[in-house]
């Protein structure tokens, strides 16, 4: 739609509002011609001054009743102030003059997708279709209407439609970016764009959207290969110089990677994300002061930024700073209270410093946020192992079973816990069942349980399934 489009002359739109508003004050006759009168209209439109818009749009149908871009403008107007079946009627009206004017379809395609009916917005749109000169950008607009029915096909169609009549068109390629990620054909997507750029090598947005599509695949040297030509081709491209550096922090090549964050601050202002992550990057090399100098720079930004608040807490346990850290932990706590990896870490620091009451309470968090993972409910049993409380061990082990009947640590851990209560019937029989799901991982019982090396039962009963 072309309302609000802002292409004009400062000079001359200072000039002609002086003169619109003028003679609306003074209730002077004053004459602008169209031009002119969609320029003030753009011009209100792109301030939202939708009281001054209607104005200009009812003198403009005063003084040119026939002409259907003061109809269009009106209906956009309502349209901005959700009067959506008023708006309707008004191209109802503005059809009756030009039948065929496709800027009718797409305006009354973007209010029938505001009322959130897509299929009727699509309607619209196919018949403006008919019009060459638009159908790139109506291609672009159907694409939205299907991704907000979930049909992710029919919108990838669209938008290669829109990029085969305006190659340029970064919308479009980065919307099918977007619909090739929800409807999880990375595949599709690579072999897309590969084939875009045999055509058009110089799209610094298809090489980008090809190293996000193969670092989504972990194929991470390609992805930094089609980073660094999209780099190539527009040397100021912070996305591509923070995506590469994502793909090398991924490759563990810490220090490179570090060094392409920062080659970000040349061409954008810096980020609290991109701090955090060269701070995660100084963590993994075990540098500690820089991963806390860089966690504090991300939270001047951004202190809304829990990993990095959590970061901070990490570190300074590495730095046997636990009782600082601890609070960091709760920090990042308190702006995620539903993430259970905060939660998870939170335990540990707690067990740790010997709060076991408060660790119980956060595993049973843990648990409760994220009954999937089988770590909390490994963790959990630890410490009430740890506690010597057998029964409610076995118990929490039991549930985790539960929820994953074939997960081998599991299965082990309960192995040993029935050991150690001298239940060896029931004992073998998860032993057998851990040893079924994962051989390899029967030193996860020694581990958890070293006595159970002296064990000849247990011992036997594991060479009898090595293969």
Same mark, same amino acid.
């Given at each position: 739609?072309?309302?609000?489009?802002?292409?004009?002359?400062?000079?001359?739109?200072?000039?002609? $509002?002086?003169?619109?508003?003028?003679? $609306?004050? !003074?209730?002077?006759?004053?004459?602008?011609?169209?031009?002119?009168?969609?320029?003030?209209?753009?011009?209100?439109?792109?301030?939202?001054?939708?009281?001054?818009?209607?104005?200009?749009?009812?003198?403009?149908?005063?003084?040119?009743?026939?002409?259907?871009?003061?109809?269009?403008?009106?209906?956009?107007?309502?349209?901005?102030?959700?009067?959506?079946?008023? @708006?309707?009627?008004?191209?109802?009206?503005?059809?009756?003059? !030009?039948?065929?004017?496709?800027?009718?379809?797409?305006?009354?395609?973007? +209010?029938?997708?505001?009322? *959130?009916?897509?299929?009727?917005? +699509?309607?619209?749109?196919?018949?403006?279709?008919?019009?060459?000169?638009?159908?790139?950008?109506?291609?672009?607009?159907?694409?939205?209407?299907?991704?907000?029915?979930?049909?992710?096909?029919?919108?990838?169609?669209?938008? *290669?439609?829109?990029?085969?009549?305006?190659?340029?068109?970064?919308?479009?390629?980065?919307?099918?970016?977007?619909?090739? !990620? =929800?409807?999880?054909?990375?595949?599709?997507?690579?072999?897309?764009?590969?084939?875009?750029?045999?055509?058009?090598?110089?799209?610094?947005?298809?090489?980008?959207?090809?190293?996000? @599509?193969?670092?989504?695949?972990?194929?991470?040297?390609?992805?930094?290969?089609?980073?660094?030509?999209?780099?190539?081709? *527009?040397?100021?491209?912070?996305?591509?110089?923070?995506?590469?550096?994502?793909? %090398?922090?991924?490759?563990? *090549?810490?220090?490179?990677?570090?060094?392409?964050?920062?080659?970000?601050?040349?061409?954008?202002?810096?980020?609290?994300?991109?701090? /955090?992550? $060269?701070?995660?990057? /100084?963590?993994?090399?075990?540098?500690?002061?820089?991963?806390?100098?860089?966690?504090?720079?991300? $939270?001047?930004?951004?202190?809304?930024?829990?990993?990095? &608040? =959590?970061?901070?807490?990490?570190?300074?346990?590495?730095?046997?700073? =636990?009782?600082?850290?601890?609070?960091?932990?709760?920090?990042?706590?308190?702006?995620?209270?539903?993430?259970?990896?905060?939660?998870?870490?939170?335990?540990?620091?707690?067990?740790?410093?010997?709060?076991?009451?408060?660790?119980?309470?956060?595993?049973?968090?843990? +648990?409760?946020?994220?009954?999937?993972?089988?770590?909390? &409910?490994?963790?959990?049993?630890?410490?009430?192992?740890?506690?010597?409380?057998?029964?409610?061990?076995?118990?929490?082990?039991?549930?985790?079973?539960?929820?994953?009947?074939?997960?081998?640590? =599991?299965?082990?851990?309960?192995?040993?816990?029935?050991?150690?209560?001298?239940?060896?019937?029931?004992?073998?029989?998860?032993?057998?069942?851990? %040893?079924?799901?994962?051989?390899?991982?029967?030193?996860?019982?020694?581990?958890?349980?070293?006595? %159970?090396?002296?064990?000849?039962?247990?011992?036997?009963?594991?060479?009898?399934?090595?293969?």
């Amino acid at each position: 739609m072309s309302k609000g489009q802002g292409n004009y002359n400062s000079e001359h739109i200072d000039v002609l $509002i002086a003169r619109f508003e003028t003679s $609306i004050s !003074e209730n002077t006759a004053v004459f602008f011609d169209v031009d002119e009168y969609e320029d003030v209209i753009n011009y209100y439109f792109d301030k939202n001054n939708f009281s001054k818009a209607g104005v200009a749009i009812e003198k403009g149908v005063e003084h040119f009743p026939f002409s259907v871009l003061f109809h269009l403008r009106k209906a956009q107007l309502f349209s901005a102030t959700e009067r959506t079946t008023e @708006a309707l009627t008004i191209l109802d009206y503005a059809e009756k003059f !030009e039948p065929n004017d496709p800027e009718i379809q797409m305006t009354r395609g973007g +209010i029938y997708s505001q009322m *959130k009916m897509p299929q009727k917005a +699509i309607e619209c749109y196919e018949k403006a279709m008919e019009n060459e000169d638009m159908a790139d950008e109506v291609a672009l607009y159907m694409a939205f209407e299907y991704e907000n029915l979930s049909q992710f096909g029919d919108a990838i169609r669209c938008l *290669k439609k829109a990029l085969e009549l305006s190659p340029d068109n970064e919308a479009a390629i980065y919307e099918l970016a977007f619909c090739y !990620e =929800l409807s999880e054909k990375t595949e599709d997507s690579i072999r897309y764009y590969n084939s875009f750029i045999d055509k058009y090598p110089y799209s610094h947005n298809a090489w980008f959207n090809l190293g996000i @599509a193969y670092n989504k695949l972990e194929l991470y040297e390609k992805a930094i290969m089609a980073y660094d030509y999209a780099i190539a081709i *527009k040397s100021d491209f912070g996305s591509a110089y923070f995506n590469k550096a994502n793909s %090398l922090a991924n490759m563990e *090549k810490h220090a490179e990677a570090i060094a392409v964050y920062r080659e970000t601050f040349n061409y954008e202002a810096p980020e609290a994300a991109t701090y /955090y992550y $060269i701070g995660e990057c /100084y963590e993994k090399m075990e540098d500690w002061e820089s991963a806390l100098s860089n966690y504090n720079r991300a $939270i001047k930004l951004d202190a809304e930024l829990s990993e990095a &608040w =959590l970061g901070i807490g990490i570190v300074l346990d590495k730095q046997n700073r =636990l009782l600082e850290g601890i609070h960091y932990v709760k920090k990042a706590l308190e702006l995620e209270k539903e993430n259970a990896d905060y939660w998870h870490i939170f335990a540990d620091l707690e067990q740790k410093m010997g709060f076991l009451e408060e660790a119980e309470n956060a595993y049973k968090k843990v +648990i409760e946020l994220d009954p999937t993972n089988p770590e909390g &409910w490994l963790d959990y049993s630890s410490l009430a192992f740890e506690q010597e409380n057998m029964i409610q061990a076995v118990e929490i082990i039991a549930e985790g079973i539960k929820n994953h009947p074939n997960n081998a640590q =599991l299965n082990y851990r309960m192995s040993a816990c029935l050991l150690n209560n001298g239940q060896k019937q029931d004992a073998m029989s998860y032993l057998q069942n851990a %040893l079924s799901i994962n051989y390899e991982m029967h030193h996860e019982l020694f581990d958890f349980f070293p006595q %159970l090396k002296n064990n000849t039962v247990v011992v036997n009963i594991i060479e009898s399934y090595k293969k």
